[in-house]
């Protein structure tokens, strides 16, 4: 079975450019979390969808920071313009939301690098 | 503000030891604490989960103790073995794991042998 997708697995761009991060769920699962890992501050939660619509973006650290999911099976997460702080591994997982319970199941995540 | 506390930050233990990690919450209204296990270069795998109607829950060599009075609970990994080298991870979740989570900082375990 086909786990958490996430393309690109390793991004490395220069201060100010655009960067677009991107997730396929798990066929079937209707909730989808983006996170993000650094050393300092661990993993934090930023956005999370449920049924394609945001339900909780209070972790986004600020404007340049936009998600998007246009479709049960896609999203996306992008950072415009990139920032040296943003440097960090950037996590997609999935559930299958029933009631109130659900496993999250993360992907392998994208390491950026932002110079 | 830090919602989940995790301790220690890193633990030896001894092949065929007892690895103890342990974590401390605040918000009252979280009702779901899973574990999760995350090996380098690698997303976080759940490894065990627990809700609060429960004080305990095993699932073979891994082990949730769950203190709701102290809002506390711990990861117990029996007979640890080298294999089980890894960073983990506490959280908690209002939502049953259908909301957001909300990690500790981590324990990264060594299993020397």
């Not at chain 1, 049924?51 to 996306?76: C, L, Y």
């Not at chain 2, 401390?24 to 989960?49: C, H, M, R, S, V």
């Not at chain 2, 259908?98 to 375990?109: I, N, P, R, V, Y």
Request: aromatic share 10%; glycine share 10%; with cysteine.
């Amino acid at each position: 079975d086909a786990g958490v997708i996430q393309s690109p697995r390793h991004e490395v761009t220069e201060m100010g450019q655009e960067v677009t991060l991107r997730c396929k769920p798990i066929s079937g699962h209707n909730s989808l979390f983006w996170y993000r890992q650094t050393m300092m501050r661990g993993l934090e939660l930023l956005i999370y969808f449920n049924n394609n619509v945001p339900i909780d973006d209070s972790g986004m650290p600020e404007d340049r920071f936009s998600a998007k999911m246009p479709n049960a099976s896609f999203s996306t997460l992008k950072i415009q313009p990139s920032e040296p702080r943003d440097s960090a591994v950037y996590f997609c997982a999935s559930t299958l939301r029933t009631g109130l319970a659900g496993t999250q199941y993360f992907g392998p995540g994208t390491r950026l690098l932002v110079l | 503000q830090q919602q989940v506390k995790q301790s220690p930050q890193s633990l030896i233990v001894q092949k065929g030891g007892i690895s103890i990690i342990n974590c401390a919450y605040e918000n009252t209204a979280f009702d779901y604490f899973p574990w999760y296990q995350q090996f380098p270069g690698k997303g976080p795998a759940l490894l065990i989960a627990i809700r609060p109607d429960v004080s305990e829950k095993k699932e073979g060599r891994f082990t949730i103790s769950f203190n709701k009075s102290a809002k506390q609970f711990s990861l117990h990994i029996m007979d640890s073995q080298p294999g089980d080298s890894a960073t983990y991870f506490c959280a908690a979740s209002p939502g049953g794991g259908a909301d957001g989570l909300t990690f500790g900082k981590g324990t990264h375990l060594i299993i020397q042998p």
